[in-house]
């Protein structure tokens, strides 16, 4: 690393990708440390520089045991263990380690414990619950959350009447002259496993999937001004149903409130709808697919008078950024889900989405914010 991009690097301070160290002599403190790179996106140490980002340096003793140290700990106290690249940086007079920890392709990671630590801002802290791990080995393809069985459901919680509808459109052939019981059809087609259903199977075809999982709905409001925190506001709607329905209903409340804009039609014409309907659907339709089901949180669509605003909970997977996306790159965190969504829902299951959605809405802003774990695309709207 020049020494020049070593000290912009220093000067923006520490946060979820980059830590500094002034020294270290405990091995198993930096294993943790280590650990919670590898569970991330992984980030760099820089050892010779203190909390408040003033360079302190290094002797050329304190350089040859680090080295040692790094090597003997990414090798023994982190369970599986890890490579690392090491880098000295001569900043004027003063010596540093620049150590880089790339994102671990073997999730998850732990220290030789058994403990697994995950970046928490600057910090990091222990892995406590089962949906961070499974989010780790969603992270590397092992685990999707759509597949996972949901405890407590059974073949009856399954709409027959929307499941029927989707069969016979979907295989020309009527469900009774054709063929296994539900069970079995269920189990045929990777939506259930020994009467269980699992995540996909409720939220495709459950007739309430809320009683199971009620968090999973889009909480949608119609604020009066620009603030969160406002108090006063127009619609407000808890949807929730099965994937299909949620749509329709996010879409319903979208359509109700957005304006209609005159322009150049007649005086008895409703007026061209503020944001075209095919980018608002697109952007539902990614909000909904896209998201990270091992979180345990609602979507959101919150209209203000100068934006729209649809949040979904997990930042983007893997290796994902919004300029991929722009791009038409795509990578399926629920994939079963989205096999069945091109049949349920206004989704192709291309990865051209939000290009399309750009191509109407040019100034539409998309965010993936790792911290907060969310995506945001918002859409600003014009004065009435």
């Not at 073997?106 to 949906?131: F, I, L, M, Q």
């Not at 893997?318 to 206004?346: C, D, H, Q, W, Y």
């Not at 959605?357 to 774990?373: K, M, Y």
Request: some cysteine.
């Amino acid at each position: 690393m020049e020494a020049i991009a070593l000290i912009g690097l220093i000067e923006r301070g520490e946060d979820s990708r980059v830590q500094f160290k002034q020294n270290v002599t405990n091995a198993e403190s930096l294993a943790g440390e280590l650990v919670a790179f590898s569970n991330g996106k992984g980030g760099r140490i820089i050892i010779g520089v203190n909390d408040q980002g003033a360079v302190t340096g290094l002797s050329t003793d304190d350089i040859r045991r680090l080295n040692q140290l790094l090597v003997n700990t990414a090798t023994n106290l982190v369970r599986p263990s890890i490579n690392l690249e090491t880098e000295n940086v001569l900043l004027g007079a003063q010596l540093v380690i620049v150590v880089t920890v790339r994102e671990g392709i073997s999730k998850p990671y732990a220290d030789h414990n058994g403990v697994s630590w995950v970046k928490s801002g600057s910090d990091k802290r222990r892995v406590t619950s089962r949906e961070e791990v499974q989010r780790m080995l969603q992270d590397i393809g092992l685990v999707h959350a759509d597949e996972v069985l949901v405890e407590g459901t059974t073949v009856a919680d399954i709409d027959l009447v929307h499941f029927r509808a989707f069969f016979e459109k979907q295989y020309e052939a009527s469900w009774e002259d054709g063929a296994d019981p539900l069970k079995r059809l269920l189990e045929n087609l990777k939506l259930a496993k020994e009467n269980t259903l699992n995540l996909a199977g409720l939220l495709l075809f459950g007739s309430h999937p809320q009683r199971h999982r009620p968090a999973f709905v889009v909480k949608a409001v119609s604020f009066v001004g620009n603030e969160l925190t406002g108090e006063h506001y127009r619609d407000s709607e808890d949807i929730g149903g099965c994937l299909k329905d949620v749509h329709a209903r996010t879409m319903s409340f979208l359509l109700r409130n957005l304006r209609h804009v005159q322009g150049r039609q007649g005086f008895n014409t409703e007026g061209e709808l503020e944001v075209p309907r095919s980018a608002l659907e697109e952007l539902v339709v990614n909000m909904l697919l896209h998201r990270d089901y091992f979180i345990s949180a609602p979507w959101r669509v919150m209209l203000f008078d100068n934006r729209l605003e649809l949040m979904s909970p997990g930042a983007l997977p893997n290796n994902l950024t919004v300029e991929n996306i722009r791009n038409g790159v795509s990578n399926m965190r629920n994939p079963l889900i989205a096999s069945f969504a091109t049949k349920e829902l206004p989704y192709r299951g291309i990865g051209t989405g939000i290009r399309r959605a750009l191509a109407q809405v040019p100034d539409l802003i998309l965010n993936s914010d790792q911290p907060l774990n969310l995506f945001t695309a918002t859409i600003p709207r014009k004065p009435s």
